[in-house]
């Protein structure tokens, strides 16, 4: 496992005493290791393939980051993989398709510096966690870590925003047990990590009927009249120490949801937060959306869907709608509808808030501190929807 500090400047890489990583346009590729010896038969994976597949992953993934610090640095005349040989390294579909992903992450920066957020530098690191081999296909799960900083953080601003993301590698062996690089799929449910491009997954429940309130979207449109916190019945501190405490570990007397077949972990991450801070359980029937509870053993969908949640929040009275999301404050929740088809996706709860801004932590891709203004700039087209705990 390594971490790179990223800087305004084209880098050349050296891992590990090795020769060193050539780079260009803010894209790496590794030089010889020996990824297993010539053969006929399927390759072997060895710990020293499994370290060159990790310090590849590190290498590319630190290249999306850097696109989002320093702008993407494309042009090239021919694809990646033709200017470099060697063991393991991106095969030219995946090159061709890191191109344009660090393209587009060079506009998603130009767009977040119009809505005033800027990146002074970035660390990424990226861990190993299984590999799994089928003849000349592997597979390798990983984790990447990466921390951005603000540039130009003033007073009680956040001085930095951080995400986790999973995600599977796909390497195929020739015949001689050269290595490349032929997929990168994103594994977590969200896809709400600031450096990536992969379609936000949408959470699907019933339909509505008239019974169930519908929450009005919020306006995404900056300085709106400010709405101060008046209420003293709950500890939103609490609430946001609680978020900010868990987003990365989660809190083990609480189930995991972050799967796919669970349908994501961000809004039992919300709902103990706001537990964190004083809300009570209303015990009752799991599907009854008008109750409220979790802990190990059991939770009402209220607790842990994002729909349910919203349904809950506004028929007990516990949430009071807000007109624009800039208006929110520490300890108020942020809903997105992706697709705005009606369905609500994803919560969050908002942990800090500074010069006008919100900052939200979430679960299902680990987010700490992220800007509204970002998730504004990075999703035009979803619904949002804000409530006042």
């Keep these: 496992m390594k971490s790179r500090k990223l800087s305004g400047t084209r880098r050349r890489v050296t891992i590990l005493g090795a020769a060193a990583t050539s780079v260009v346009a803010g894209v790496a590729l590794l030089p010889n290791w020996s990824a297993g010896a010539a ?100 597979k390798a799960d990983v984790t990447e870590t990466t921390t951005l900083t603000y540039a130009q953080a003033r007073g009680s601003a956040p001085r930095s925003t951080g995400f986790q993301a999973t995600h599977e590698l796909t390497f195929k062996a020739d015949r001689h047990g050269n290595w490349q690089l032929t997929t990168i799929r994103d594994t977590d449910q969200g896809g709400l990590a600031v450096n990536t491009l992969s379609k936000p997954v949408s959470v699907k429940t019933a339909t509505t009927d008239d019974t169930m309130p519908n929450a009005p979207r919020a306006a ?5 009249a400010a709405v101060p916190k008046t209420g003293t019945a709950y500890d939103y501190k609490g609430m946001a120490a609680y978020a900010e405490k868990y987003v990365y570990t989660y809190n083990k007397d609480y189930p995991d949801f972050n799967n796919h077949t669970a349908g994501g972990d961000c809004t039992n991450f919300v709902s103990q937060s706001l537990k964190a801070g004083g809300w009570k359980h209303v015990p009752g029937y799991v599907y009854d959306y008008t109750k409220w509870f979790g802990n190990a053993d059991i939770q009402s969908d209220s607790f842990v869907g994002v729909n349910e949640w919203s349904w809950f929040a506004q028929n007990s009275k516990r949430t009071t709608p807000l007109a624009n999301v800039y208006q929110l404050e520490v300890g108020d929740v942020l809903q997105m509808d992706f697709d705005r088809d009606g369905s609500k996706d994803h919560t969050m709860i908002v942990t800090a808030k500074s010069n006008g801004v919100p900052y939200v932590t979430y679960h299902s891709n680990n987010t700490l501190r992220r800007s509204v203004s970002s998730l504004v700039s990075s999703y035009p087209t979803a619904y949002f929807y804000a409530y006042r705990t």
């Design 39 to 138: 053969v006929v038969d399927d390759p072997t994976v060895d710990a020293q393939t499994k370290a060159t597949f990790q310090r590849l992953a590190d290498a590319v993934f630190t290249d999306r980051t850097d696109a989002l610090v320093t702008g993407a640095q494309g042009g090239r005349s021919k694809p990646l993989t033709h200017a470099f040989s060697g063991d393991v390294k991106l095969s030219s579909g995946t090159a061709r398709t890191e191109d344009a992903t660090l393209s587009s992450l060079g506009q998603r920066k130009n767009k977040l510096a119009k809505a005033g957020e800027k990146y002074s530098k970035a660390s990424t690191t990226v861990t190993l966690n299984a590999t799994r081999v089928t003849g000349r296909t592997a």
């Design 220 to 224: 995404t449109t900056r300085n709106p």
